[in-house]
């Protein structure tokens, strides 16, 4: 299959702050250095790092909001250097935050998902087509003349990926977009990507800090200062305890818990990452121990 | 606290007002304004409030609303009804003590200005009551199109507009959180004289006005990830559209006001 997304040995820094009383310019460290990655389409792929690692950054390039230093980035085949390509890119590639009311424009549900298509032009009576299918596509379709302030955080959030489902992507982009949701509101979100994933096709590029939400995805990566240093299926990324503890970043908790059992001298199999899996393991340790 | 806040004045409805195109909402508001201000006459009063009791009746706008519009005016019509009548002066003195004269003039005209004023008030505030602010904004923006030919950002100004109505909630909201956090801390917000109560907002503003310069950045970011390159080449969702009552409403405003400036010119 033809690649969504195509990195290759991308290297960017942030600008330095403008020095005080004509001293030397300093030159930040440079947050990306050297990432190369390749995004396969209808694809569901987390991003894991710890705080400063680079991931949104990563992220921010996708979509053409930051521009390589080096290397070049590629969506969909398009260049994202070249701006004449800028507005195919981001109608191509949506992109959700982190928190839902700073991405929400309108006072109306059905407003804010018609922002997108509104800017692309798009005739009044295809934009109305479009905000009523992606209200329904997340679910929120009867909440269409709410004020986003009546709503709870995991309602926003989805209201925010109906707007970007609105400009028909191939791809979205969702930046740590649970971190300030509850447990229900996470689980609303989840469901609601997992299942533009499997029924529409669309590539997800999910960046998470929650271990339990990359376990499900098909591919891991793991960037650390810059560089990516784990890109696996789930299970394999995850079985490497000793590795992810030393990027600062933890396992899935049934994987943890059977890392310290095989510690502990009991015969688990390796590869855990699901409860379920878990279960059926710790049944057939029992069973054997009886 | 501060949630009791309500934005705006819009009392929600579904009356013949309500349904009315905000733009011709606007423009007959407008009309209503030359039509109390056309005369001095007793006539131009009547007619004024015969346009503003018919409206008020079609809008399904409760009695104890326009109470509410009037209240906070209250001063001001006092203070306009003792000015008038303290220095208006005719030869027609009612009671006088020592220098202070009260006239029929004085009588006369600062119940013409009260009456006017109420009338304004009641009748323009009829406009926020019956059209929610993003009707208005788009109302706005339509009306001030033409404005665009000499390079005024119209599109630029409704989406401000738009932008500011709706992160008014959320940065209240968001007020209530550093004032109870400040408060956690040992601020004394409602305690101290004047001066103590200002200084002690300091902590409370700051806060806020950080935050909000970084909403402002994250929304920008969200905006042009949903292709937002200004108002070239905009379609928009909902289209204002005029019906046949638009135009009958229109009419009858103009009527009212042609009846306002003759009267005014034959009884002069």
Not at chain 1, 39 to 49: C, D, H, Y
Not at chain 1, 75 to 104: C, H, S, W, Y
Not at chain 1, 122 to 150: C, F, N, W
């Amino acid at each position: 299959m033809a690649d969504m997304i195509e990195a290759k040995h991308l290297i960017f820094r942030y600008p330095a702050d403008e020095p005080e009383d004509g001293k030397e310019a300093p030159v930040n460290e440079p947050i990306l250095k050297d990432v190369s990655l390749s995004i396969e389409k209808g694809s569901f792929t987390a991003i894991l790092g710890h705080n400063g690692s680079g991931k949104s950054t990563f992220a921010k390039h996708i979509n053409a909001i930051l521009l390589p230093e080096e290397g070049t980035m590629l969506v969909d085949g398009l260049d994202t250097k070249d701006e004449q390509n800028l507005f195919d890119i981001r109608q191509k590639a949506g992109m959700v935050f982190q928190n839902p009311d700073n991405q929400i424009v309108a006072t109306i549900v059905e407003e804010d998902v018609a922002f997108a298509p509104e800017n692309l032009g798009v005739e009044p009576q295809e934009i109305r087509r479009r905000v009523d299918e992606a209200l329904k596509t997340v679910g929120m379709y009867e909440y269409r003349k709410h004020a986003p302030s009546q709503l709870s955080g995991g309602q926003k959030q989805r209201v925010a990926i109906a707007g970007v489902i609105a400009m028909q992507p191939d791809c979205i982009v969702l930046d740590e977009p649970t971190a300030m949701l509850d447990p229900q509101g996470r689980q609303e979100v989840l469901e609601t990507i997992h299942r533009l994933n499997h029924e529409q096709g669309i590539t997800i590029v999910l960046i998470t800090h929650y271990m339990e939400e990359a376990a499900e995805a098909d591919r891991v990566v793991v960037i650390d200062s810059g560089r990516v240093v784990l890109d696996d299926t789930p299970a394999k990324v995850f079985s490497q305890v000793d590795r992810m503890k030393s990027l600062g970043l933890d396992v899935p908790q049934v994987t943890e818990l059977m890392w310290e059992l095989r510690q502990a001298g009991y015969a688990v199999p390796d590869g855990i990452i699901t409860e379920g899996e878990c279960l059926t393991a710790l049944e057939q340790l029992l069973l054997r121990s009886e | 606290m501060l949630k009791d806040i309500t934005l705006g004045q819009y009392f929600p409805g579904n009356s013949v007002i309500h349904r009315m195109d905000p733009r011709f909402k606007i423009i007959c508001t407008v009309l209503f304004i030359v039509m109390l201000f056309a005369g001095n006459s007793l006539w131009t009063l009547v007619i004024g409030a015969v346009f503003v009791v018919m409206a008020q009746l079609l809008s399904r706008i409760p009695l104890k609303m326009s109470w509410k519009s009037l209240k906070p005016i209250l001063p001001i019509l006092v203070f306009t009804a003792v000015l008038n009548l303290l220095f208006i002066a005719d030869d027609n003195i009612l009671w006088q003590w020592k220098f202070i004269k009260i006239t029929m003039g004085g009588v006369h005209t600062s119940v013409f200005m009260i009456v006017r004023i109420v009338l304004l008030i009641t009748g323009s505030s009829l406009l926020t009551y019956t059209t929610s602010p993003i009707l208005l904004t788009d109302a706005i923006e339509s009306l001030m199109n033409p404005l665009k030919k000499i390079k005024f950002p119209v599109h630029e100004m409704a989406m401000m507009m738009s932008i500011a109505l709706r992160f008014i909630p959320t940065l209240i909201e968001e007020t209530d959180k550093i004032m109870s956090a400040q408060k956690a801390r040992g601020a004394s917000l409602d305690s101290g004289k004047m001066m103590e109560r200002i200084r002690a907002l300091i902590p409370i503003l700051i806060p806020l006005f950080v935050s909000a310069f970084r909403r402002a950045e994250e929304l920008a970011t969200a905006m042009e990830c949903r292709c937002y390159r200004g108002g070239e080449g905009r379609t928009r969702l909902r289209q204002l559209r005029a019906a046949p009552r638009d135009y009958i409403a229109f009419v009858i405003c103009m009527l009212f006001t042609a009846a306002s400036v003759t009267v005014n010119i034959l009884f002069k």
